[in-house]
């Protein structure tokens, strides 16, 4: 990694509202850049949300900097948010699982107030020309440390298997990064959701370059090895 790339926590002095997946976002694009398949509402409410997150505990996502521009992000939420909302995954960029009015509007209580006090990763994405720098490490040694300091007790995440190229694909670190990190296992679940994304990619439904992608970095491994999440946990 750079000396020009900074990791710090997003404060509310900038909402990063969206994911880079169309390229490095600042407070002087975020607004103007394609916004493809995401509504003003979704927009509004992901904004609304995230602000308010940051107002009551200081932050909600860890970044990498380069000048004035998010190149890389990691995002996390109190568990209560989850279990509030009944729901077990939410994410920014797409409108399925996107945030919700009731998500919007509901009570965010003061960490000291709360039973359980565990921080849930969500969502990573490194932009492509920012990948293989260190980054992903930097950014969840960030987390560790701002929890520790912030008086949370259990920092929380999903992690990929170890195969680079499917853990970007679904927005996570690899299973070895976390475990270097301190982080344990305490589930592996299958995610037939994955393996279809997988298979899609696969069959070519999703463009021949994804499916080249696939070969390259995946070859003839089996599916179902490659579509599992392992939950996992480090207790601070």
Partial sequence: MTEKIRITPLDKSFTLFRCIHVGPLS??????????????????RNKTFLARLADVYGSCAMVAIEKECVVAH???????????????????????????????????????????QTLVIECWHVHKNYQSQGIGNALLDGIVEWAQQHGWKTVKAS??????????????????????????????????????????????????????????????????????????????
């Fill in 74 to 116: 990691a995002r996390f939420y109190p568990r209560i948010v989850f279990d509030r909302a009944g729901i077990k995954h939410f994410c920014c960029q797409q409108p399925q699982y996107g945030v919700t009015q009731q998500m919007r509007e509901m009570e965010l209580p003061e960490l000291d107030k709360i039973t359980d």
């Fill in 27 to 44: 407070p002087s694009n975020i607004e103007t850049k394609s916004i493809k398949g995401l509504s003003r509402d979704q927009l509004d």
């Fill in 159 to 236: 992690a990929a298997p170890d195969n680079y190229w499917v853990s970007a694909q679904a927005c996570t670190l690899m299973l070895r990064t976390f475990i270097k990190h301190g982080f344990r296992i305490v589930k592996t679940r299958p995610a037939p959701e994955l393996e279809d994304y997988l298979l899609k990619i696969q069959k070519g439904e999703l463009g021949v370059e994804k499916r080249m992608e696939f070969e390259k970095h995946c070859g003839d491994d089996d599916l179902s090895a490659l579509s599992v999440y392992h939950e996992v946990e480090r207790k601070l």
